[in-house]
T-cell receptor, first 112, second 115 residues
């Protein structure tokens, strides 16, 4: 069975500093992986997706993620945080029955 | 505008009173799904549908029903709501494998309170 673990429930960074949100997955095959973002009182928006092409995936708003099969990781990064990045981020794995399993989420706080 | 719509956005109801939350998408997507979001648990899938007249259980289907009579609509039915179904509900749609994509597009959410 596929599963995903987000290693930090909360991350706090200062504006202008790098962001790292960690995600490990478990899968019996090479899955499709996604990062979604949810701003307060909003729906979910797709940030980026990995579907077995390039291992470094670029998304919207300057975010990127690297698929590392040897480490079963798919960490999300951004070189410089902006106040508007404050939100909850979900790492998601495709389960093989065309459905998605969500991690429990990481709340990113950006300090001025 | 391509979108997934849900109605109502907010609903307060009482235990046992049947309710339906509607979901509609205008992107001709094959795949539709319902999730509930609870603090600390992320999103958990309730039911999904790969196409018209094809539905299947997700991870937490108990207490819910769905139907998919038309491609664009996927209503969620709570026959006898209970307080443990108080949650934030999201509908999503996806092109599906045969249409070349798996990423899901989410509606704005329905906040349900059952007293």
């Amino acid at each position: 069975a596929q599963s995903v673990t987000q290693l930090d429930s909360h991350v706090s960074v200062s504006e202008g500093t790098p962001v790292l949100l960690r995600c490990n997955y478990s899968s019996s095959y090479s899955p499709s992986l996604f990062w979604y973002v949810q701003h307060p009182n909003k729906g979910l928006q797709l940030l980026l997706k990995y579907t077995s092409a390039a291992t470094l995936v670029k998304g919207i708003n300057g975010f990127e993620a690297e698929f590392k099969k040897s480490e079963t990781s798919f960490h999300l990064t951004k070189p410089s945080a902006h106040m508007s990045d404050a939100a909850e981020y979900f790492c998601v794995v495709e389960t093989g029955r065309r459905a998605l399993t969500f991690g429990s989420g990481t709340r990113l706080q950006v300090q001025p | 505008e391509a979108q997934v719509t849900q109605n109502p956005r907010y609903l307060i109801t009482v235990t046992g009173k049947k309710l339906t939350v509607t979901c509609s998408q205008n992107m001709n997507h094959e795949y539709m799904s319902w999730y509930r979001q609870d603090p600390g648990l992320g999103l958990r899938q309730i039911y999904y549908s790969m196409n018209v007249e094809v539905t299947d259980k997700g991870d937490v289907p108990e207490g819910y029903k769905v139907s998919r009579k038309e491609k664009r609509n996927f209503p969620l039915i709570l026959e006898s709501p209970s307080p443990n179904q108080t949650s934030l509900y999201f509908c999503a749609s996806s092109p599906g494998w045969s249409q070349g994509g798996l990423e899901q597009y989410f509606g704005p959410g329905t906040r349900l309170t059952v007293t």
